[in-house]
């Protein structure tokens, strides 16, 4: 905590959202507007899309480590992530009643059938399966995703949400450009001076953001950072600054974070909350709006294991971020049994390697008690790190 009592206030307020599994927040929306709220699951989905027909987009992280999982486990196999299993639990035991529906983006097959599975289960809700293209011309799948987007926003109005417009878009466009521009601002101030964003504080912010019209979240990321900035009771430590990479789906627990921070790490960078960064910069608000989402997805999304990479190399953009980030080591830290960061690790690694620094890794679950373990090699390669620099 600061010595600042409204940046303790305003934290607080970030934490309290962020431990809302049963979704007051949300309940506490429709109660005022009337209108519907839909929840999607990582890694991405249009939000933009959803607030310009009046729909409060929610994100869906899954449950936290002290959500005991019993009958999300009588639908999936033992050797899946936590998200979907966690998912399950959270719906038949009443968390997500205050969801019209949940959009599921494509990200693997497990969140595919997923899908369908909730289609079963909650035959009242609106189930939407985002499947975004892997062929990046136009022409192909910039036709697809543009009538992927189209059938969403048509099956939203036939739920009860207002038509999709122009103008509407635009206008929610905007408003969600201002909100990642602050993003990248608190990302910038972090990479600059970690000290004063410390990422679990940070993290829990993101986390808040999903819970709340971006009406709300935008300026709660502004004076988060207004109040960081003028901060002077964080002072530098002497810390290893560390990229985390592969938690770019199912997110880490906020003890794992915390872990990370107490054993000597700066991380100043990472793919937590990937939802708020997946579109790079402003998407222009000129011209066809919805065409601009689709351009938007198709040439200034970030380079993700669940993306096609045709023409790069497979950890070039992993190796710019490196080298943006200062990064003097990288945590490869990724969910137990989640395919696509572990099936793109060892390119990863290379990438560290062409780098020149160092790396180590290991996966996480819901299960607590191995953060004791995690801290012992995080600790172990922070020293490392300090030590090696000053050799």
Known sequence: MSHEPRLDALVQRADDLFRDQALASVADWKARTGGLAVGFLPIYVPRELLHAQGVLPVGVMGGRPELEIIKGDAFYQSYICHLPRST????????????????????CDVIRNLSGMWQMLFPDVLVHYLDVPQNFDPAIGGTFYRRDLEALAAALEARGARPLTGEALSRSIALYNENRRLVRELYDLRRREPWKVPTHELYVFLRAALLVPVEESTPMFAEYLALV????????????????????????????????????????????????????????????????????????AVASPTRYIADEVKGADLERRIAESGAEGVLFCAPSFCDPALLDQPMAVRAAERAAIPWTAFKYAENSGQFQVIREQAGTFSDSIKLWSAT
């Open 88 to 107: 399950i639990e959270l719906g038949l035991n009443g968390a997500y009643a205050p969801l019209d529906g949940l959009i599921f983006p494509a990200i």
């Open 229 to 300: 900035s003028a901060d002077g009771s964080r002072r530098p430590q002497d810390q290893a600054r560390v990229l985390v990479a592969g938690s770019f789906c199912e997110q880490p627990p906020l003890a794992l974070i915390k872990t990370l921070e107490r054993a000597g790490c700066y991380i100043v960078d990472d793919d937590f909350v990937q939802v708020h960064r997946f579109i790079r910069s402003d998407i222009p608000v000129d011209g066809d709006p919805l065409q601009r989402l689709v351009d938007a997805f198709l040439t200034d």
